[in-house]
């Protein structure tokens, strides 16, 4: 076998390289051919996967979810499998598939582990494995300094997306599912449950079921919206008054008037501003995956 490590160095206050170490390591000791290569500028992992899969067997991203995507959107259109060592301040896809926290645990799924095939999001020309995301979490990751990140981890998104909420109100936004429309202050079209760590979103969501779930919040008050986080660990957001759940495999979100201005963000990374469009490539993503899948409980912690 022929592993390549894409490494960002940054991800996790900095532990991702020491992790790409580790499992340089460790594959060796399990008789693997192992490359690695660092990234130093955003998107540079699509580029380097792009350049491995013509001589590796596998690719594997250590980092977070943000260096996931980038890996994930370098193997699209290829059969070569992904594999994960969890480096990141959050590793939610990792969480997901059951792949162990431990470096050598999760070196040992890349060796002796199973290959699932999951669903994709795509948008405008990106791929996203877990979620998109517009309205507030993504002014969230506008506006949150990489230092931040670095020193607070989560804290920092915390911190920052109340602070975000007092300053920029939100405008209402159109989402589009399958043709059914509804209006937004905040919406994810999850293709997985978890969301920001070990609680979900949309929390009924499958990436192997070939549809996205799709979570519509309208809510404009700061008593709303507290009482719709603060359900979120417990699943009663799903009670909440403002709240619309669905499923479907086509997902357009729209601004209202042309000078609205509402990002988005994929698997926690920032994307753009709407319109955006979300459609669903089913099976399109190869991952190496524990022998024993994760079971999928309701209120899974």
């Known amino acids: 076998m022929r592993v390549g490590l894409v490494c960002n160095p940054s991800a996790g206050g900095g532990k991702a390289a020491a992790a790409a170490a580790r ?62 060592v969890p480096a990141g301040t959050v590793n939610v896809l990792a969480l997901e ?62 911190s920052t997306g109340v602070r975000s909420r007092i300053r920029y109100p939100q405008p209402d936004f159109e989402v589009d599912v399958d043709g059914h429309s509804f209006r937004a202050t905040f919406a994810v079209v999850g293709n997985a449950r978890f969301y920001g760590g070990r609680f979900g979103v949309t929390t009924e969501a499958d990436p192997t079921d070939g549809v996205f779930d799709v979570l519509v919040y309208n809510g404009h008050s700061l008593a709303a919206d507290a009482l719709f986080w603060l359900g979120v660990p417990l699943e009663l957001h799903l009670g909440h008054p403002g709240v619309t759940y ?27 501003r709407l319109p955006a469009t979300a459609t669903i490539e089913q099976r399109a993503l190869q991952v190496l995956v524990p022998d024993a899948p994760p079971e999928r409980e309701k209120g899974d912690t």
């Open 246 to 272: 669905l499923r479907g495999a086509k997902v357009a979100l729209r601004p209202l008037e042309q000078e609205d201005i509402v990002w988005f963000q994929t698997d926690g990374e920032l994307a753009g």
């Open 97 to 158: 598939l059951g792949v162990p926290f431990d470096i050598d645990r999760a070196c040992d799924v890349i060796v002796t582990g199973r290959t699932s095939s999951l669903d994709l999001g795509a948008v405008n020309g990106r791929r996203f494995t877990l979620m998109l995301g517009a309205g507030i979490d993504a002014l969230t990751v506008h506006e949150l300094s990489p230092l931040m990140k670095r020193r607070y981890g989560r804290l920092a998104f915390v």
């Open 23 to 84: 499992a340089h390591t460790r594959l060796r000791t399990r008789g693997i051919d192992v490359t690695v290569r660092g990234t130093s500028t955003p998107q540079e992992a699509s580029d380097i996967t792009r350049e491995l899969v013509q001589d590796v067997d596998v690719v594997v991203a250590v980092g977070g979810d943000g260096t996931v995507n980038e890996v994930v959107n370098g193997l699209a259109g290829t059969e070569i499998p992904l594999g994960i």
